[in-house]
């Protein structure tokens, strides 16, 4: 189980996503909360991600088909990644971030995204 989380901030207001994935991984997670920050901007725009992920910057730097490519991993989140930048004719760019290393945002995504994942399986023991 593992718990994502995204802060948007668009036009000075601040706007927070986040849940949980039953099976994740760490690369799946991060995926899943640039996919549901993406969504969440209704207008086109570029759109900086700030995050402590290589793994999000380094594949985004390829091509689509690379991405999707039946054999790539995660290959239908980035197929969704994909779809909502289009969708919402976005432009996306990433700025990596040191983790764990004071950024307030980054700091405080990392602390919801944990707090879904507790929710999480505090549901699952109460059933």
């Known amino acids: 189980m593992g718990g994502w989380a995204a802060a948007c901030l668009e036009n000075g207001k601040k706007k927070y996503v986040a849940g949980y994935e039953k099976t994740a991984t760490n690369n799946s997670i991060e995926l899943k909360a640039v996919i549901e920050a993406v969504k969440a901007v209704l207008k086109p725009r570029i759109i900086t991600i700030y995050t402590d ?3 999000l910057i380094s594949n985004w730097a390829h091509n689509e088909e690379w991405l999707v490519a039946p054999d790539h991993a995660n290959n239908e989140l980035w197929f969704e990644l994909i779809k909502a930048v289009k969708d919402g004719k976005h432009e996306i760019k990433f700025v990596k971030v040191k983790g764990h290393a004071g950024n ?3 700091e405080y995504v990392d602390k919801l995204a944990k707090e879904q994942v507790a929710t999480a ?3 699952l023991l109460k059933r």
């Open 53 to 55: 992920s290589n793994y």
């Open 121 to 123: 399986r505090h549901s």
């Open 104 to 106: 307030a945002m980054n």
